[in-house]
Every structure is written in C-alpha cells, then in structure tokens.
C-alpha cells in the first residue's frame, strides 16, 4: 500500500497504479504515455483493439486533449447526476492505445477528491479501467481485486479498501453535430 504521493511519483515515471476512483477500482496510468498503457494492457490481459476511459479533472483540462466536440458536452457533465463518460469524436496527444478505432475517446470528468489531486499534480488525464484481468467481473472492493494485478503494479493507493464500489459509468457517445448514442 502506498501514500498518494508515492502513487504520483509512479504515475509521473510511467507507473501503473490502482486507485478507487468515483466509481470502481481502477487500474490506471498517464494517459499520454504509450508504454505506461501497454503496461495495463498487460496487467489486463485485454486485447489492444479496446480503448480505455480516462479521467480528467474538469473542462480546462479536458479542452487540451479533445481540441472539438459539441458544446451539449458541457451541460450533460454539469447537470450528470451520476457519473458520466462521454465517447469524444476526436482527441490528440493522447497515446494511441487509449483510443477507440475510430479515433474517439472515453472521458470522465471525475469528482473523487483522490482522483482530482493525482489528475492535478500529473497536469494530465489518467487511465481508468477496472481493476480485473479481461473478461472477469469488475471487482466491488480491494479484496476482490486478482492478485496477479496487485502484485504487478507499481503502486496502490491506500484509500476505501473495505468500501463495496460497483456502479460503472454510465457512457455515452456524442457525435460533432450533437447526437446521443447511449452505450451502457
């Protein structure tokens, strides 16, 4: 178990790190970093071909890596009451394995206090996948979490181990011309 200070410094030197987020455990790193999402691929067993969601800390950042999208955005994350992923049609700077195959990208303004200050002092977003190996059901607390991942990460945050997590985002898709496609 590690500090949230140990989990940046792993972050920032292309770490892999699990983390309660707003939602689930997840399984994340720098989401600008190729290697360090090859890394969680990895851990995952997942195929490549599956992008990740990747949290951000608010519009500002946000803005950066998705340079346009539909201004509906704004108001479906203001008024979200319950966390929301939207599918972004386009993005840049971001390492190519977090991106679907049509170039889009799953983002989750995060409003978990933790997430916010790993977001903050990385200055960039962070990958958010479950913390399960591929296939498997996501896991609701620490506990449920494979070994083969905790023993492979570079760093765990040592927050809400006991608490029970097991609302998944809910994601949908938002075309340049304001269409709604809801995933899940």
């Keep these: 178990m590690n500090s949230i200070d140990t989990v940046i410094d792993q972050l920032r030197d292309g770490g892999t790190i699990l983390y ?7 399984l994340g790193c720098d989401a600008t970093n190729e290697e360090a999402c090859q890394k969680v691929l990895a851990l995952k ?3 490549e071909e599956k992008s990740f969601i990747l949290l951000v ?8 890596y998705v340079p346009e999208f539909n201004p509906v955005c704004y108001e479906l994350a203001d008024f979200a009451s319950s966390p929301l992923t ?3 049609p386009t993005s840049k700077d971001l390492a190519p394995s977090v ?4 170039g889009s990208v799953g983002i989750r303004i995060t409003k978990d206090p933790n997430c916010i200050k790993l977001i903050r002092a990385l200055k960039k977003p962070i990958v958010s996948t479950s ?8 896991p609701t607390c620490y506990d449920d979490i494979d070994d083969s991942i905790k023993q492979h990460v570079g760093a765990i945050l040592e927050e809400r181990l006991i608490e029970k997590m097991s609302t998944p985002s809910q994601i949908i898709k938002i075309g340049l011309d304001g269409t709604v496609k809801v995933i899940r």
Excluded: C, H, M, V
């Design 99 to 102: 991106l679907a195959e049509d």
């Design 57 to 64: 800390d608010g519009f500002q950042l946000l803005e950066k």
């Design 45 to 47: 067993n997942r195929p």
């Design 20 to 26: 309660p987020t707003d939602t689930i455990w997840g």
């Design 86 to 88: 939207i599918i972004y």
């Design 131 to 138: 913390a399960n190996i591929s296939g498997q059901k996501a």
